[in-house]
């Protein structure tokens, strides 16, 4: 059976598959196994609920809130804010933890559930599957006195941007930046904390209406904030997803920064200020070679780990690195975040611009990103993927030919059915060329008999 959740969080269609009946059963769950260790030392448990603005939150935050509070939790409504300030706010009220209801980048219809436990790190994936299990079942139910209590409190934007300025090493005043809110979560946040930090802020795609959130704005749709920047003559831009949980860059030039290019110039900028610990920046598979050569040549160390912040994330915690981040945008900075978090990863890009005084472009051409082409091959054995000798070997055949001016992964999608063929090469054309011949033989190799 596929696990519920996934990558991050569980997320699907709202009222089709993200029901109010599963925030609720979920919810319960999630009383229970992250609540127990208040209720051991004989407390209530406490949680802190947030959500983007999408129309279908509204509904689905009122069941995980009444899931919440009939299984004896203290729950504090947030209302609507970025995933990374719910995980702040988890930790700076002292919650046992946190749900945000969020479909992150998704079309407006899908919606998400994620938990963070106490601190506001993301749960581990033995301790989803244990909120998963639990769903459902048996439980017996507070009454009277002991039922839990909602309080709706908007104080937590405030708490969140001045944590947002104390974290600045330094103001940006005279920087003019296009802030992209993909009319989702940030979209009141982050044009204020730049305008507190000295920034001249330009707004598109910052007026919510609950149905038009990522449509045509935000970090997967740069071309709005491509021509505003140019336009408006700014020193460079930014995009942040549904949930501001990433971000991208676009400099004066209208040029694409990536989060890849991003890791570059904070690692740098850390490095040079003697907070990158351990000289190391935490990145994943999918990250381009680029990065690693110039991290390389800058004298900074490259831990590897798979596909998913979540996994930069636990490897950062466990060696005690502080910076680290997906090709994607989501960039963490575990010095003052416990997650991926756009705004602050806008705001420290920024305060390198304005520390140096250099253009954005400038600054990212740190790193030369080799040409990556991705193939998704559907309808195919997932399992095999990692295991099929004359895959294996084509594979190698490929990466011989290439030898050190590119490279290859293949894998299995986190939330498809579905194998992913990255391939990086010297030129666009090499890089299709072995893409669409190793996609060939995936399709040849692992398709699933009808």
């Not at 935050?61 to 939790?73: D, H, K, M, N, T």
């Not at 680290?324 to 960039?331: F, T």
């Not at 082409?373 to 895959?391: I, M, Q, Y």
């Amino acid at each position: 059976m596929a696990r519920l959740f996934g990558t991050d969080g569980v997320r699907g269609l709202a009222n089709e598959d993200i029901t109010a009946e599963l925030a609720l059963s979920l919810s319960v769950a999630a009383a229970h196994v992250l609540g127990s260790a208040a209720r051991d030392v004989g407390r209530k448990p406490k949680a802190v609920v947030g959500r983007d603005p999408r129309a279908s939150g509204e509904f689905l935050s009122a069941a995980v809130i009444a899931g919440l509070a009939s299984a004896g939790v203290d729950v504090t409504d947030a209302g609507v804010l970025p995933t990374p300030a719910i995980a702040f706010l988890t930790a700076d009220m002292d919650a046992h933890f946190g749900v945000m209801l969020s479909a992150s980048h998704n079309a407006m219809p899908d919606n998400g559930i994620k938990f963070f436990a106490a601190g506001g790190h993301k749960l581990p994936d033995a301790v989803e599957d244990r909120i998963a299990a639990r769903a459902g079942a048996d439980w017996t139910r507070p009454v009277g006195a002991q039922v839990g209590r909602v309080h709706t409190s908007r104080a937590g934007q405030a708490r969140y941007v001045a944590h947002l300025l104390a974290a600045l090493p330094n103001r940006l005043d005279g920087v003019r930046i296009v802030i992209d809110g993909a009319h989702g979560a940030a979209s009141a946040v982050s044009p204020e904390v730049f305008r507190l930090a000295g920034a001249e802020v330009y707004e598109i795609g910052c007026q919510p209406d609950g149905l038009n959130i990522n449509d045509g704005y935000g970090s997967t749709h740069l071309e709005h904030l491509q021509d505003a920047v140019v336009t408006r003559a700014a020193a460079f831009g930014i995009a942040h997803d549904g949930d501001a949980d990433r971000c991208l860059a676009v400099d004066h030039n209208g040029q694409v920064v990536d989060g890849d290019q991003i890791m570059a110039v904070l690692a740098l900028a850390l490095k040079e200020r003697g907070r990158l610990a351990d000289t190391t920046l935490v990145a994943t598979v999918m990250s381009n070679l680029g990065l690693l050569q110039a991290m390389t040549r800058e004298g900074v160390s490259v831990l590897k780990t798979g596909v998913g912040d979540r996994y930069v994330l636990e490897q950062m915690r466990a060696g005690g690195y502080t910076l680290g981040g997906e090709q994607s945008g989501h960039v963490i900075l575990l010095d003052h975040a416990s997650t991926g978090d756009g705004v602050l990863t806008g705001l420290m890009l920024a305060a390198r611009v304005a520390e140096t005084g250099r253009p954005l472009a400038d600054l990212a051409a740190v790193m030369t990103r080799l040409p990556q082409v991705l193939v998704n091959v559907k309808g195919v054995d997932v399992t095999r993927v990692a295991s099929d000798p004359d895959l294996l070997a084509a594979v190698a055949a490929e990466e011989a030919g290439l030898a050190e001016t590119g490279r290859i992964l293949l894998r299995k999608s986190g939330t498809e059915p579905l194998v992913r063929v990255m391939v990086e090469a010297g030129s666009s054309a090499q890089a299709q060329a072995v893409a669409d011949r190793l996609a060939g033989v995936v399709r040849d190799r692992l398709t699933v008999p009808v």
